[in-house]
């Protein structure tokens, strides 16, 4: 037998406002992919400037969320507060108490949806924990996956640690063509 999927289902208050909040806001898409995968360098060209480092080693940061707009850098720490963040100084950001930094930009695409990039997913020393309730706020995922090594089983392993809603919303990009 089928559901029916078109029976009236109530909610509390706090439930619509919620979800009212929910359909208002702009879509947020997560990069993602392992370290040196592209990711930021993908960022990078979508915000039009380099606003994210760039290395061929890992860099130790939390997941950065890019709004549109100006102001300070800040930090989100596992409570929810907000730190001020100086970005000249990103080793000083602790990752252990940091949700996720946010910064603010002015590039068309953020006019449109929030970005946040994450850090690799194979870094050893980045918990999976750092992003995972990061990307809980997303509604679509980039997955970068380096050409020379596409979609190895670490990528394959984390991608099915995501929830579906996020599978059936996100792309798998080739990076590295060159």
Known sequence: MSKDHTAERSVSPEQLVRLADWSLRKPVIAVMGEFSSGKSTLMNLLLGRA???????????????????????????????????DMAETGAIPMDDTRYVGLYAKADILRRCDLIDTPG?????????????????????????HSGQAWRESERGMWETLP???????????????
């Not at 809603?165 to 590295?176: A, D, P």
Request: contains cysteine; positive net charge.
């Open 51 to 85: 606003i994210l480092p760039t290395q061929v080693t890992a860099t130790r940061m939390p997941p950065v969320w890019l709004r549109h707009g100006e102001g300070a850098a800040f930090r989100v720490d596992r409570a929810g507060n907000r730190h001020p963040v």
């Open 164 to 178: 579906t809603r996020l599978r059936q919303t996100s792309i798998l990009l080739v990076t590295r063509k060159d």
């Open 121 to 145: 997913i194979s870094d050893p020393n980045i918990k999976v924990d750092h992003w995972i309730r990061t990307i809980g706020y997303a509604n679509a995922v980039m997955w970068c996956t």
